[in-house]
DNA sequence: TATCGGACTTAGGAGTTGGTGG
DNA sequence: CCACCAACTCCTAAGTCCGATA
């Protein structure tokens, strides 16, 4: 290892994409494609399933033999030192996490491995080789040496970081065998070892094999906290009283829907686990040096490095991470490959001709984020069409006015919806219905009126418009176009950018999510005089598009991105914003800051994890549950959990789970059932280490459901804790870490060879398992059920067809004619040959549909777009793409790739293949 | 230190579109 | 050629997080 350090290694797979810190430098620009979301659907179904796993198992890990990590990784790792070896990281999460196997993960499985920081590549294989040449060369490219990847990381702060590491690093002999557990799990890298002891085990699931295990676990008992049961303080000032007693209660509240007890935790052990140990074996060796070190120091020290932020401790093993990496086949073809990459990527990387940099990046506050801007403000929906139907009150037709009407028109069409009849929703719609209406007016409860002419009115004009003629509705999509088209653009330093939302939202009835306090309230039309507009001094300011009515003021403020602002009518204090596009070079640049950040959190998460391990029992009761939430965040991919007010839906994040929330199943697993964001419920049994399960006993002492289970933490106090350890760092960034690691472990560990359509089943298991980690669903379509029907229906008639095919192959052996078909007609005499070539291939097509089955199935209440367009860095998918000769646009959509953040991508790995 | 204001990112669902299998 | 469905786009709600202020 020691030698290959620092070159690149190669990526087996050559993935890396993440890993390699040229990217940063390449001049991407990310922009982003709006968002893709998938469907609708709000089932969760799904995802308990998935979710359920166990954290960290206990077991030991098996040997795994990740094919990535191992031994090349280590050796890329190393190379990549930097970045994301994944030894470094893995190893310490990897550790951890594979000794826990997050549940999440377990379908997660994959990404705990991933995390663990394995890096990616498994074993590039010969046939990876191949690949691995592309790939080599970019993966190569892309990574830095390890020189950089000092600098990246000195400059990532971590300057002081030495000292501190050393610290930590200073155990490393010591591991304990757990912590050699770890370490072998692959994971363990350097990092690993260190947190080895503690080893909060991530999880580290693999896909399938998650299950290995994670050792982990394992040593965290022989740390054996002892639980100090007292308590938590209870002080709980319970934030926000679910609802309902128990956490799950609000699940039960606000959704319904599953409560499926999660999916079992998945997998299986069984294949990974050699994987694992492989893995573990070659992490070791390499591994151990630093890392072990800072794991080691864990507990003991336990509170001795507290002080130390862990930046400080950490430091990175790139150098030593690299090493281990021994084995398999890949080794050679790695280390060479290394070598090259290696030094491509410097170039690469720093190389930045190509960057575009050339525009000043906004990120932080307060900054600059622009010196021109102009555009023409935005465009209000055209005023409203009184169609003149009338309601029913008490049977009898009501005159309205056209405002009462227009009211009245939003609740009817919403009939078919499940807002209508929610008793919140209608009480919402008649307070505000009922001041247009006036005290006087005959109409006096809502319950009394009927809508059903309006809403057939709506029926017929949605009809009407259905029925228009392909040439007649392109006509109107053009004239429409031509009234906004001034309006989508704006011009930024000089440069054309689109604009994201133009459109001033159109007055409706409010549509919250979940149970919402505020749903059927009214959202009353935005007029000029509530919009501020901010545009660029010397830019004329846009003209008011409604005669006679002037903007509420003009701002040239180049410190922030939006063009324009109104207050949230139905939130008053909180603001809409205008932005630039998801396209734009504004939106992209900070996109790849995001990246940028998760990647620099592969090189100090084994410390990170290390620390808040030890952590797991500390004295202090708000350094413990600053431990042991980050522990969640970390494994669960969890929100942070801000402080929601009263007139908000009631939903919760880790800083705010309550005591209901979290179930402890002996002897250590935690059943989690809450409403997240957006009211999705997360349920997920995990199993976690044990000091874990003890703390979480320890902060639910004493409490009633109700309380919060975190009762000394908020998310600032996380975030300011997070920020010791590394600069920039806050709790959503472990999502977006966690969630690309993911993707490039998966992408490296399960990629074959094969025809494109295999590979991108390859990329959509590895998205699926990003997106269930990150617990995105989405409804079941309406159509789902039939879907899977009509499907089962043909499978039905294939074997049907099977059975008769069979019967005439007898026949036709025997010199028989064939029986009549079942339809009465006669079929055609085929030879014996063509019989059996015909059965086969009807058993091919039951296998597909069989499988298309499943697969919809599966993923009938996972949402892809989400993961895909805000936590997957795509690098690493470009990186994948054209290591796998797999077009881009077979994984990311159009828009998605044609953002600028995509095509830039493209032509920096262009660039930099070209450069080696 | 807690709140609040403010600015942005992340999210699911509705609506639209275009490719494709029958 | 048509119907169907998956893939997108659009929309806007709902989070995160930071800095200022009380």
């Known amino acids: 290892m020691a030698t290959e350090a620092f070159v690149k290694p190669v990526v087996p797979n050559g993935h890396d994409g993440y890993e390699d810190e040229d990217e940063d430098d390449i001049p991407l620009v990310f922009k982003r494609t709006s968002n893709t979301a998938s469907t609708t659907n709000r089932s969760r179904p799904i995802d308990n399933a998935m979710r359920n796993s166990v954290i960290g198992s206990t077991k030991s890990p098996p040997p795994m033999r990740s094919p990535l990590t191992s031994p090349n990784r280590s050796a890329s790792s190393s190379a990549r030192s930097s970045m994301m070896k994944p030894t470094t990281l893995p190893s310490s999460s990897s550790v ?96 690993s070892t260190v947190q080895t002891k503690t080893s909060v085990g991530t999880s580290s699931t693999k896909p399938v094999h998650n299950e290995q295990k994670r050792p982990l676990v394992n040593n965290i008992n022989r740390n054996g906290l002892k639980p100090k049961t007292e308590g938590v303080s209870s002080q709980a000032p319970a934030k926000r009283p679910l609802e309902k007693g128990s956490s799950s209660n609000q699940s039960s509240v606000k959704r319904p829907k599953l409560s499926e007890p999660a999916r079992p935790v998945k997998v299986e052990q069984g294949s990974h686990n050699a994987a694992t140990q492989d893995a573990k074996g070659k992490n070791l060796d390499a591994s151990k040096p630093l890392r072990a070190n800072q794991a080691t120091v864990k507990e003991d020290n336990s509170d001795d490095d507290d002080h130390v932020p862990i930046a400080s401790r950490m430091k990175l093993d790139s150098s030593n991470n690299k090493s281990s990496s021994s084995k398999p086949s890949s080794s050679k073809t790695i280390a060479s490959s290394s070598r090259i990459i290696a030094k491509k990527p410097n170039k690469w990387v720093k190389d930045s001709k190509y960057s575009k940099s050339s525009k000043s990046l906004p990120s932080g506050d307060g900054q600059t984020k622009w010196k021109t801007l102009e555009h023409n403000g935005v465009i209000f929906p055209p005023p409203y069409k009184r169609h003149g139907v009338k309601i029913l009150y008490q049977g009898k037709p009501v005159e309205l006015t056209p405002e009462q009407e227009e009211v009245a028109t939003m609740f009817a069409v919403m009939r078919e919806t499940e807002y209508y009849n929610k008793p919140k929703f209608r009480e919402n719609f008649w307070n505000d219905w009922r001041r247009l209406l006036g005290k006087n007016h005959m109409i006096k409860n809502l319950d009394d009126c009927d809508f059903t002419p309006i809403y057939e009115w709506y029926m017929q004009e949605k009809e009407t418009k259905k029925l228009m003629t392909a040439e007649e509705k ?443």
């Open 96 to 191: 951890q996490r594979s000794t826990v196997k997050s549940p999440l993960r377990d379908d997660r499985s994959v990404v705990a491995k991933e995390r663990n920081g394995l890096g990616k590549a498994p074993s590039v294989s010969k046939s990876d080789d191949e690949d691995s040449e592309d790939d080599k060369p970019l993966s190569a490219r892309l990574k830095m040496d390890s020189k950089e990847v000092t600098k990246q990381l000195s400059s990532s702060g971590r300057g002081s970081t030495q000292q501190a590491v050393q610290k930590s690093n200073t155990r490393p002999q010591g591991l304990s065998d757990n912590t050699k557990k770890k370490v072998l799990d692959g994971r363990a890298t350097v990092s």
């Open 474 to 916: 392109r006509i109107l999509k053009e004239e429409k176009l031509k009234q906004e088209e001034k309006y989508m653009w704006a011009v930024l330093d000089g440069v054309r950018e689109r604009i994201g939302n133009f459109r001033v939202e159109p007055p409706g009835l409010f549509r919250g999510r979940g149970e919402h306090p505020k749903m059927g309230k009214l959202k009353k039309r935005i007029r000029p005089c509530d919009i501020t507009i901010n545009i660029g001094k010397e830019a004329p300011v846009p003209e008011c598009p409604i005669p006679g009515e002037r903007w509420k003021e003009v701002k040239h403020d180049n410190t922030v991105t939006w063009l324009a602002f109104w207050n949230d009518p139905i939130n008053p204090k909180e603001f809409k914003y205008v932005f630039l596009a998801a396209s734009s070079s504004l939106k992209g640049q900070s996109d790849k800051e995001k990246y940028e950040k998760a990647r620099k959190l592969h090189n100090y998460i084994g410390s990170i994890r290390a620390a808040y391990t030890k952590d797991f029992n500390n004295k202090d009761v708000t350094k413990r549950q600053i431990a042991v939430a980050t522990y969640l965040i970390d494994k669960l991919a969890l929100r942070a959990g801000n402080e929601k007010d009263d007139d908000e839906a009631d939903t919760v994040g880790c800083c705010t789970l309550k005591v209901g929330n979290v179930e402890c199943i002996p002897p250590n697993k935690l059943k989690f059932d809450f409403l997240g964001k957006d009211s999705i419920q997360y349920v997920n049994t995990v199993e976690v280490e044990p000091l874990v399960y003890k703390a979480i006993g320890q902060f639910q002492a004493g409490k009633s459901k109700t309380d919060d289970l975190f009762d000394e933490l908020d998310t600032s106090k996380l975030n300011a804790h997070l920020k010791e350890l590394m600069a920039g760092l806050t709790a959503k960034v472990f999502r977006t870490y966690n969630a690309s690691i993911t993707l490039d472990l998966m992408l490296s560990k399960e990629t074959r060879d094969g025809d494109v359509p295999e590979k991108v089943v390859v990329y959509q298991q590895a998205n699926k398992e990003v997106a269930i980690i990150c617990n995105h669903q989405r409804t079941v379509s309406k159509s789902h059920g039939a879907q899977v029907e009509k499907l089962a229906v043909k499978i039905e008639e294939l074997r049907e067809q099977i059975k008769e095919l069979n019967i005439d192959l007898d026949r036709a052996k025997k010199g028989r004619t064939p029986l009549m078909g079942s339809d009465g007609k006669r079929k055609r005499n085929l030879t014996p040959e063509a019989l059996e070539k015909k059965i086969m291939q009807t058993q091919g097509k039951i296998e597909k549909m069989e499988r298309d089955m499943q697969t919809k199935e599966d993923m009938k209440t996972v949402a892809l777009g989400t993961s895909k367009i805000n936590y997957m860095d795509p690098r690493i998918t470009v990186a994948w793409c054209k290591r796998h000769d797999v077009p881009i646009e077979k994984v990311i959509y159009k828009e998605l790739h044609q953002s600028h953040r995509f095509a830039t991508l493209e032509t920096f790995l262009c660039i930099a293949i070209a450069d080696i």
